[in-house]
């Protein structure tokens, strides 16, 4: 009888062991394939190099690029409508230790392009080219496209201001006292610094933050940014 007993107890406990082995065995295929897919899930976050596309509006940063150096005669302003004019002649030396100007000699080894400021208040700029050993300089004044000219907007029809100067045509650089934005000429005429006549005209800036004094600034005709200017 105890021999039976022994004998049950341990196919019991045979039997038992394996459902317990299998049992286990199915606890960890889940936990493996539950693994697997929880990795393979993830790895779904490999795609943001796609989203990289967002860095794409650097490319935009060509918008930085304006505005346009003119490294011609005057020629056209950027697609923004500002320009830079440079470089300037002021400050350049050539050779014969002069500053590139009109019919002043260069050679090979001065500077070969450059821009001289004209126009009222100097708000505009001409070229001197070397060519064929002399400096050759642009017709006309040319205005940077993203100023307001209004002051220098010439009355249609022509009638000089009552506060303008009668007894003499106004000389560029000397004083006035004449409010900013008048035009002023007598007889469409003035003087430049030099006491030659010329047509065009000539306004009074504010007075200078050094010397509280105010000095005509005049241009001829050809120089001047209105009507014919942007900005008017």
């Known amino acids: 009888m105890t021999m039976r007993s022994v004998a049950f107890v341990g196919a019991f406990a045979l039997s038992a062991q394996v459902l317990l082995t299998q049992g286990c065995g199915g606890d960890n295929a889940p936990a493996t394939t539950g693994a697997t897919g929880g990795v393979t899930g993830t790895g779904g976050t490999t795609d943001v190099p796609g989203t990289g596309g967002d860095t794409t509006p650097t490319s935009t940063g060509g918008d930085t690029t304006p505005p346009t150096t003119i490294t011609g005669s005057g020629g056209a302003a950027g697609s923004t409508g500002s320009t830079t004019f440079e470089p300037l002649c002021a400050g350049l030396r050539t050779v014969a230790d002069v500053e590139p100007a009109k019919n002043e000699i260069c050679t090979e080894a001065d500077p070969q392009f450059c821009y001289r400021t ?95 004094v105010s000095k005509w600034s005049c241009a001829s005709t050809t120089a001047w940014p209105c009507p014919a200017g942007q900005g008017c």
Do not use: H, M
């Open 118 to 212: 004209c126009g009222p208040q100097s708000i505009g700029f001409k070229s001197e080219t070397c060519t064929a050993g002399v400096y050759v300089e642009q017709s006309g004044c040319s205005f940077p496209a993203d100023r307001d000219y209004s002051c220098y907007k010439i009355p249609d029809p022509w009638v000089v201001d009552p506060s303008c100067p009668t007894d003499a045509a106004p000389k560029a650089t000397t004083e006035c006292t004449v409010a900013p934005c008048t035009l002023c000429n007598l007889d469409g005429q003035y003087f430049d610094s030099k006491g030659n006549v010329k047509t065009g005209y000539c306004v009074c800036p504010e007075p200078s933050a050094t010397t509280g």
